[in-house]
């Protein structure tokens, strides 16, 4: 697949689990790792330049931006159904990080 192609993600969360996607992600035929995004922003910020990729620092901006195709929801549970309820609404694909058993 050529990157016309394949699909925009963006990583929101950059913390534990938000690597971990980003590195499935850039290793995927199927999507391009579009952005990072996190509330702190020298931990986007660090992921993005890890990546070569962009930094966001609001969900708002990753939700408003017609170029993102999916989202990976690498946040705290307690804040996954409120956010996948918005990525939904504006019509983004979904991933939600699970816990490891």
């Given amino acids: 697949?050529?990157?016309?192609?394949?699909?925009?993600?963006v990583i929101i969360g950059c913390g534990a689990i938000g690597p971990i996607h980003a590195e499935?992600?850039?290793?995927?035929?199927?999507?391009?790792l579009y952005?990072?995004?996190?509330?702190?922003p020298e931990r986007a910020?660090?992921?993005?330049q890890r990546y070569g990729?962009?930094?966001f620092t609001s969900f708002a901006q990753v939700l408003a931006d017609e170029d993102v195709h999916s989202i990976h929801i690498c946040t705290p549970h307690y804040l996954h159904?409120?956010?996948?309820?918005?990525?939904?609404?504006?019509?983004?694909?979904?991933?939600?990080?699970s816990r490891s058993r």
């Fill in 35 to 40: 952005g990072v995004c996190d509330i702190l």
């Fill in 81 to 97: 159904a409120e956010m996948a309820v918005q990525a939904a609404a504006a019509g983004k694909q979904i991933v939600l990080r």
């Fill in 45 to 48: 910020e660090a992921l993005a």
């Fill in 24 to 32: 499935a992600v850039t290793n995927s035929d199927a999507a391009h």
């Fill in 53 to 55: 990729c962009q930094a």
């Fill in 1 to 9: 697949m050529n990157k016309m192609s394949q699909m925009n993600v």
